[in-house]
């Protein structure tokens, strides 16, 4: 059984770079789409991103110019960086694997991310 | 490119059946038959319930099912029961070069 764990800080300051990472376990990592996916408090879903294990990206053209991410098959991790942070970025992280096109059949449990000083 | 248009609530008894729509354009729900659907419970991680417009994932009780009428795709839960209760969200896929998208969810109500 897939499983997908989301880890890093829990509180990041105006401005600065939010860095999650995602680790996959119970299969590989290869030959698959992964996507990070938010949710703001009370709101809907959010698509950041994705990337192949190729190292190919595609991002949501409203994020684009703040958005990297990276994906390491060696650890079986992928990862989401997101720069010049502002209280509006404050969200549920998610990441998931996109399996069929436009499905995600795996979820992490989710991590919250509060952009505050 | 812009959310998919779900309603923002429905609800039913125990026992009946509810329609959750959701519509996009030819671009992505009319354009491909990759319409997935999301069961979501407070606090919890989105669950894949539908997928391919109508397949269900194993373990996806048979009182779920999917369906696709141009560019608006329905999500059909019969027998409700307390724990259908929930936010659905849908998603289509949009093309290869086309970032993903989802629906602006709807929270559905056991009465």
């Known amino acids: 059984q897939v499983q997908l764990q989301e880890s890093g800080p829990g509180l990041v300051k105006p401005s600065e770079t939010l860095s999650l990472t995602c680790t996959v376990s119970?299969?590989?990592?290869?030959?698959?789409?992964w996507s990070w996916i938010r949710q703001p408090a009370g709101k809907g879903l959010e698509w950041i991103g994705r990337i192949y294990t190729s190292g190919s990206t595609n991002y949501n053209p409203s994020l684009k110019s703040r958005v990297t991410m990276s994906v390491d098959t060696s650890k079986n991790q992928f990862s989401l960086k997101l720069s010049s942070v502002t209280a509006a970025d404050t969200a549920v992280y998610y990441c998931?694997?996109?399996?069929?096109?436009?499905?995600?059949?795996?979820w992490g449990q989710g991590t919250l991310v509060t952009v505050s000083s | 490119q812009s959310a998919l248009t779900q309603p923002p609530s429905a609800s039913g008894s125990p026992g009946q059946s509810v329609t959750i729509s959701c519509t996009g354009t030819?671009?992505?729900?009319?354009?491909?038959?990759?319409v997935s659907w999301y069961q979501q419970h407070p606090g919890k991680a989105p669950k894949l319930m539908i997928y391919e417009v109508s397949k269900r994932p194993s373990g996806v009780p048979d009182r779920f099912s999917g369906s696709k009428s141009g560019n608006t795709a329905s999500l059909t839960v019969s027998g409700l029961q307390a724990e259908d209760e929930a936010d659905y969200y849908c998603s289509s896929y949009a093309g290869s070069n086309n970032f993903g998208v989802f629906g602006t969810g709807t929270k559905v109500t056991v009465l």
């Open positions: 998931a694997r996109v399996g069929l096109p436009g499905s995600y059949d795996y």
């Open positions: 119970g299969g590989s990592i290869s030959s698959y789409y």
């Open positions: 030819s671009s992505d729900v009319g354009g491909y038959n990759y």
